[in-house]
């Protein structure tokens, strides 16, 4: 069955520090990679995703993400946080010709100014 | 575009009871997917709807669970006979099937506590 693997359940970083976070999925088809975020009180939205083309995607807030096939992972990049980066921050996978995003399991973001 | 908006936020019910939840997704959506998020996981997938057929049930949604989308508008989804581990976060989303790149736009949930 299809999963995601999100490496670090909480991350605690200061303000200006860089980020990343890791996420890998278990599919061999092709896919499509979405990352979430949930700000707290909030709804999830989309903070970037990939379908094709470069595999270095940009997101909104500064957030950027690289796929590398080969490695069936997708980890998320920002080079100085803020703390209004504060938040849970979720990896999701859609095999292509499957209707449903698949998550993993989050991984919560502590900045502290 | 005014989102995805959920019925209520909370719902704390005492185990055997029966609850509905609502959903409204984003007028011009296609697709309404339900989600269960517990403490500490990712959305988990329940199930979708493109228009008003539902098209594919997980095999987390026991008989309990029923889901409609009568007119393919808003949705409902009822738990009959709730157990305390149905106590979760219930995600909707919607999703405008036909555009290309189109993402899922969650709503703030409704969050059941069975007791």
């Known amino acids: 069955a299809q999963s995601v693997s999100q490496h670090n359940h909480h991350v605690i970083l200061s303000e200006a520090a860089s980020l990343e976070l890791g996420c890998n999925y278990s599919?061999?088809?092709?896919?499509?990679l979405f990352w979430y975020v949930q700000y707290p009180g909030q709804h999830l939205q989309l903070l970037l995703k990939?379908?094709?083309?470069?595999?270095l995607v940009k997101g909104i807030k500064g957030f950027e993400a690289e796929f590398i096939k080969s490695k069936f992972s997708f980890n998320l990049r920002k080079p100085s946080v803020q703390w209004s980066d504060t938040a849970e921050y979720f990896c999701?996978?859609?095999?292509?010709?499957?209707?449903?995003?698949?998550f993993g399991a989050g991984t919560r973001l502590a900045v502290h100014p | 575009d005014t989102g995805v908006s959920q019925d209520p936020r909370h719902k704390i019910t005492k185990r055997g009871q029966n609850v509905t939840f609502r959903c409204d997704p984003i007028?011009?959506?296609?697709?309404l997917y339900w989600y269960r998020q517990t403490l500490g996981q990712g959305p988990e997938f329940l199930t979708y709807?493109?228009?008003?057929?539902?098209?594919?049930k997980s095999r987390l949604l026991s008989d309990r669970f029923s889901a409609e989308r009568p007119k393919g508008s808003f949705s409902t989804l009822e738990i009959q006979r709730t157990e305390q581990g149905d106590s979760a976060m219930y995600l909707c989303?919607?999703?405008?099937?036909?555009?290309?790149?189109?993402?899922?736009?969650f709503g703030n949930g409704t969050r059941l506590t069975v007791t």
């Open positions: 989303a919607s999703s405008a099937v036909g555009q290309s790149l189109s993402p899922l736009h």
């Open positions: 599919y061999g088809g092709t896919v499509n």
């Open positions: 990939y379908f094709s083309g470069d595999p």
């Open positions: 999701a996978v859609k095999p292509v010709g499957y209707n449903k995003l698949i």
């Open positions: 007028s011009e959506h296609n697709r």
């Open positions: 709807f493109q228009n008003e057929a539902q098209l594919e």
